[in-house]
Structures are given as C-alpha cells and as structure tokens.
C-alpha cells in the first residue's frame, strides 16, 4: 500500500517487529557490537565490502539500530533512497562539502546562505585551495556565467536564512546536470512538508534537523538525503570524521518526526497571518514572507512549495535600538539563534552576527530586521504580543 505522507511519519522505516515487541523504536545505547565468532566476522566483512544495505552493526561510529531508524523514516518523507545522521547541522554540511571538493576545484554558493556555512566556505576551503563564487540571491541568469571548467558542487538553500528566498529548483537542477554538476539544496526552512527537492532534480538535500524535524528545542542532528551511490562515500568520510549522531538524539529526533506534519501544517498557517499582520502595520516597513504576493518569489515558492513555513523576517521603522526594544517587549517568543520547535522565538539578527557594525555588512543583515520564528502557540496570542510590542518600543523610545 502507497502511504501519505502523514502516515509516513509516523511508521516508515521503523517495522512493526521492533524488539522486545516495543511499539517505539528503543534507544540502543552501546558504542560497539558483539561478534558470535570469527566466521560471523568474516561473513560482516563481505557484506560490508559488497555493500550490501541493512547489514549488521559494527561499531557506534559507524552505525547504530536507532540512528538507522531515524535514516530510514527520513529518506522515506524526502523521496531519498538513503539518509545519513549527522551530530549536528554543520557537520552534515562540512561532511557533504569535503567529499564532493577536493583542492583545485570550485563551487557556486547562493550568498544569503547559513552564516557558518559561509564562514567553512570563505575562512576554510578557501585555505585548501578550492575556490568559491557567490550567487546573489534570485539572480539564476548569473548562475551559468559563474559555472567554470571545474566547479564541481552548487550549493543553496530554499528558503534561505533570513530573507526567505526561494530559487527555482528545477532551473537550478537542469543547469547543473547539462555542466555534470553535483546540486546540494539546504532545505532546514521548508521541511519535506513543503518541499522535497529530490522531486524538482536536486542531487541531495540537507537539514539541520535540529530545527523543524526535531521540533521540540531539545536535540542537536542533521541528515543527508539522496541516491545510494552519492551518500556512499559520505557515509564513509562521517565514519572517519566522527560526526555521527548519538543514539539519544537519534531517538529525540525519532520521537519529534511522528508530529512533523501537524506542526508544520499549524506553522504555515501562523506564518501566513504574522506576515500579512505585519505587511499592514503602520510600524514594520517591510515584511519578507514567500507566502505575501509581494515577496520577490512568491510565484516560484507557490510552483514549488505546499506551504511557505513559520519563519517570518520584517523590518521595523527606525534604527537598531528601536528594533531592540521591539523583541525586548515580546513577551511569549523566547530571545535565540534557532527555530523550528514548538516555541516561539524571535531575534535581532544582526546582533547574532557580530556587535561589530563593521563586520555585519558583507551579511547583507539589515539591523532593523527580526527573524521571527512562529511556534505553535495560538496565532491570535502571537499577533496580539507581536502589535503589543510594536507599539511599546515606540512609547519606550519617546520617553528615553
């Protein structure tokens, strides 16, 4: 039988005969695997030199019955024939970027992507002798006349970090296939709720699955996704880094993925109504939410995407201190750097990049902007926090 996605996350890749008859998967805490005898470890070595998929475990750095659970449950939701777990965002990420880069070779990176993964592009392959060009942001004509003879990857993400791009991913696909290029696409902001960009011909996807597919603010992961023989040698470098995820926060993430749909599902309608509250509030001067008829891809995010996510950005009228005062009045968000669980947090994201005001312009952060990521409280207590706020900061600033 051909599962819906809301059916998917709650069973695909965990099997009805678990052990010890458990209806949840259990946390395997063991960091190696016992062998019955020396002929059991010949028969693994085989196995292991065929690769042959699902085979028994080894050693923790390796593998784990919960981790591949996890795996399993996400290359499912993606449309992926493999995922792999990661310790954090990052190291899926820098674990992808070094497999597929060798020195010598360059690649095109969107330039509103993560931060960090910025500063491992600029500050680190850079060192190694593999050279990078910036894509800016919906500007796909430029893509073809920054591919060279030995670019080798181009990496984006959909949305991106903080403004909420959205790319068109089958342009982007067809460019790179027609040069032999590998495409990596960051999808953390949409989720696979919204976006499966292995469907619109994107080699592999990545998420900090800190975020949205844990969704509770309590775990640290990230995956890969794609074609068995693209993650194959991924999974051998994560081997030799050591980035792999611990069976605690394989089960956390696990536990998180069961209620990915509903979350979301009530994410994108509260981001819907924070941005177009916003977009109408005498005190925001602009409101960047691909879901808002005004927002420079709101054509290709509707063409792509099934809902436009929780996380909002606008920018307030006035300077960085009045913009201080509007997140220090909210009074249900959480003040962070992250998003994606069930609570509400907001963030003055220029401050998150460096307090130096030198430093924030090649980020392109405006400092009047605040990244507002919708939980799933009640909309109707977000608004009236968000409006109370608003109008606080001005009063605060008047008497000041």
């Not at 960009?197 to 996807?205: F, K, M, R, Y």
Request: with cysteine; proline share 5%.
């Amino acid at each position: 039988m051909s599962e819906r996605f809301a059916t998917k996350v709650i069973h695909a890749g965990e099997g009805r005969g678990k052990p010890y008859d458990a209806v949840t998967m259990p946390i395997v805490q063991t960091s190696t695997y016992a062998f019955a005898d020396t002929e059991a470890i010949v028969d693994f070595l085989k196995a292991k030199d065929a690769e042959v998929p699902d085979r028994r475990d080894e050693y923790g750095r390796y593998s784990n019955p919960t981790q591949s659970a996890v795996e399993r449950k996400v290359a499912s939701l993606e449309g992926g024939e493999r995922a792999l777990l990661f310790a954090t965002g990052m190291g899926a990420i820098t674990t992808l970027l070094l497999t597929n880069l060798s020195h010598g070779d360059h690649l095109v990176v969107a330039s509103s992507t993560y931060r960090q993964t910025r500063n491992l592009v600029m500050d680190h392959l850079a060192r190694w002798g593999i050279e990078a060009s910036f894509l800016p942001d919906g500007s796909l004509g430029d893509l073809e006349r920054a591919l060279r003879p030995n670019t080798k990857l181009i990496l984006c993400e959909a949305p991106t970090n903080p403004y909420l791009r959205v790319i068109d991913l089958e342009r982007v696909g067809a460019i790179a296939k027609a040069h032999g290029i590998v495409t990596a696409i960051d999808a953390t902001f949409a989720t696979p709720v919204n976006l499966r960009p292995l469907d619109h011909g994107i080699d592999l996807v990545i998420h900090s699955a800190t975020k949205y597919l844990g969704g509770h603010n309590d775990l640290l992961a990230g995956v890969v996704i794609g074609s068995a023989a693209r993650l194959s040698p991924i999974e051998t470098l994560r081997g030799v880094l050591g980035g792999v995820g611990s069976p605690h926060d394989a089960y956390l993430l696990l536990r998180g993925l069961k209620t990915l749909d509903l979350r979301v599902r009530r994410q994108n309608e509260t981001g819907q109504r924070i941005a177009e509250f916003l977009r109408d509030h005498p005190l925001v001067r602009e409101v960047h939410y691909p879901g808002l008829d005004a927002h420079p891809d709101h054509e290709t995010a509707a063409r792509l995407m099934a809902g436009f996510g929780g996380v909002v950005s606008f920018e307030v009228e006035g300077n960085r201190d009045q913009t201080s005062r509007v997140i220090d009045a909210l009074q249900i968000p959480y003040i962070g750097p992250t998003l994606g669980g069930v609570e509400s947090i907001a963030q003055q994201q220029s401050i998150f990049i460096s307090l130096d005001p030198a430093k924030r312009p090649k980020y392109g952060i405006s400092d009047s902007l605040i990244r507002y990521a919708a939980g799933i409280e009640d909309a109707d207590d977000l608004i009236a926090d968000l409006d109370q706020a608003l109008r606080a900061s001005v009063a605060k600033g008047e008497d000041e």
